[in-house]
């Protein structure tokens, strides 16, 4: 490993904030220790509870092997969750298994239960703005974070559309552009989420559906450092920005629709009522915040996407052309 990533890996392992419990990176086992109980050793650095800090934009920075143990809150079972970063010329290959670097399930409504699903995800090291954004799309998943976790947004349920009542549809609508999506991070819609915004796919794939707050310290104290990578190549910084001096959360450029809501062509249903977060169409761009209509901002020379406490919550488009790595199987 060459210097700068060897520094990198180190940052990673020391510097690391930790979560609610303070424990550090390195406290909550280190490089080489057991992850599973059994006595073996685990390889790489242990990344249990830690909050991600660097804040490099190139994913070679982030070159190494990575673990945590965590448990299923809900059943008690515990898992350990494998990362791996390998860095070439143009890019970066991210594998894990699919296991968070937190505990999850804590509130046991996952549909299914979690399960160890390997995938590999390409991030290009010199990933450039399209001449038009491409909208977000069921067909990929949108990112993967350094956890080895992905980001889903969307959610495929639309009003009216599917086999479920009326307001109650949780899957069936997988055609994009569908008008009346729901969107899974207002708090009326119940999608079997946990505290981290994440549930599983059909085959126990944890992902997030929104902001995973547990990677970045929310404290305000600095600003965030990178917590994942765009499927465009484009990092994810958590919320806090150093604004001239001053530490403040990036704000969203969308603005919550006023008054009632009209029928849109192409719906399944109307949902009618007023505009209230509900759903995804219930929001405009408007750019009244900090950032662009894909949830991002180029800050010291480097585009990337930001955490939102309001909606898209991370991006709502991409910026650049999505690697087909994140095409989501049949």
Request: charged share 20%; hydrophobic share 30%.
């Amino acid at each position: 490993m060459n210097p700068r990533l060897l520094s990198s890996a180190l940052c990673l392992l020391v510097c690391l904030a930790a979560c609610s419990d303070d424990s550090s990176a390195e406290g909550s086992g280190g490089e080489g220790s057991s992850a599973d109980g059994s006595g073996g050793a685990a390889q790489g650095v242990d990344i249990t509870d830690a909050h991600f800090s660097e804040r490099d934009g190139d994913c070679a920075a982030y070159e190494g092997s990575y673990f945590a143990t965590v448990s299923d809150l809900s059943t008690q079972e515990s898992f350990t969750a494998s990362v791996e970063i390998a860095a070439s010329g143009d890019g970066c290959v991210l594998t894990s298994n699919g296991i968070p670097n937190h505990d999850f399930n804590d509130a046991g409504a996952f549909a299914t239960p979690v399960g160890e699903v390997v995938e590999s995800f390409s991030v290009s090291a010199d990933p450039s703005p399209a001449a038009t954004p491409t909208d977000l799309s069921l067909q990929y998943d949108n990112a993967v974070f350094l956890n080895g976790v992905k980001l889903d947004l969307l959610a495929a349920a639309c009003y009216g559309v599917g086999n479920e009542p009326l307001g109650e549809e949780k899957i069936g609508c997988m055609a994009d552009g569908t008008p009346w999506r729901y969107d899974p991070m207002h708090p009326g819609n119940a999608f079997g989420t946990d505290g981290h915004n994440a549930h599983t796919q059909p085959d126990g794939a944890y992902h997030y559906h929104g902001d995973p707050g547990a990677m970045y310290d929310d404290s305000g104290t600095a600003a965030s450092g990178v917590i994942g990578f765009a499927a465009d190549g484009f990092p994810i910084y958590g919320p806090w920005i150093d604004d001239e001096g001053t530490v403040r959360r990036a704000v969203s450029g969308y603005t919550l629709r006023s008054g009632d809501r009209v029928s849109q062509s192409g719906e399944g249903a109307f949902p009618g009522g007023q505009y209230d977060g509900t759903y995804v169409d219930d929001y405009e761009f408007t750019d009244a915040g900090d950032l662009d209509a894909c949830n991002g901002m180029t800050r010291d020379g480097q585009y990337g996407y930001y955490v939102t406490d309001a909606y898209p919550w991370v991006m709502k488009c991409f910026a650049g052309v999505p690697d087909e790595s994140f095409r989501k199987g049949p």
